[in-house]
T-cell receptor, first 115, second 112 residues
């Protein structure tokens, strides 16, 4: 099992550009989520999905879009990149127990710089 | 809104010592609590998960305890080694679908 994989590992964007961060998992987990990690702020939830076709907003969703067309993939789209979106992005997945996400597994992260 | 605090923010100890990392949370209505390890420039590795009905979990030299009523969890590391040097993160699952609430971590250095 590869677990949770993310691409790219590093990315530099100019302000206003758009891009998609890829996330895939091979554990057949129903629940997937995206977090951003900033110095002094900890990890904060951007968007999450409880299954294919279902997504919802987390704590900091502005400027990001997600979709979940398959169980395996959960891409994160930056619509028009801003310097405030410079961060490290982590994707996570877990199986669902009693309707709730259980133990969460994280990918290696994508380091994004917006200039 | 759930808030998670980790104390201390940083800790440096000689190799071989037993140590305790602390995590406190403001809302005791939690589903579970996870401890993670993060190495510099890397992702998060799950160390231990404690369900709200459990008091502790053990994995090798690691022991995590949970006191839900007082809003506290501790991670005990026995016989510390330089390879234990990392940032340790505590995260609370509040029982909703909206993911984990993280503390800011404890940066641990084990001196050889």
């Amino acid at each position: 099992n590869a677990g949770v994989t993310q691409t790219p590992k590093f990315q530099v964007l100019k302000t206003g550009q758009s891009m998609t961060l890829q996330c895939a998992q091979d554990m057949n987990h129903e629940y997937m989520s995206w977090y951003r990690q900033d110095p002094g702020m900890g990890l904060r939830l951007i968007h999450y999905s409880v299954g294919a076709g279902i997504t919802d907003q987390g704590e900091v969703p502005n400027g990001y879009n997600v979709s979940r067309s398959t169980t395996e993939d959960f891409p994160l789209r930056l619509l028009s990149a801003a310097p405030s979106q410079t961060s490290v992005y982590f994707c996570a997945s877990s199986y669902v127990h009693l309707g709730l996400p259980y133990e969460q597994y994280f990918g290696p992260g994508t380091r994004l710089t917006v200039t | 809104k759930q808030e998670v605090t980790q104390i201390p923010a940083a800790l440096s100890v000689p190799e071989g010592e037993n140590l305790v990392l602390n995590c406190s949370f403001t809302d005791s209505a939690i589903y579970n609590l996870q401890w993670f390890r993060q190495d510099p420039g890397k992702g998060l590795t799950s160390l231990l998960l404690i369900q709200s009905s459990q008091r502790e979990q053990t994995s090798g030299r690691l022991n995590a305890s949970l006191d839900k009523s007082s809003g506290r969890s501790t991670l005990y590391i026995a016989a510390s080694q330089p390879g234990d040097s990392a940032t340790y993160l505590c995260a609370v699952n509040g029982g909703g679908a909206d993911g984990l609430t993280f503390g800011k971590g404890t940066h641990l250095i084990i001196q050889p």
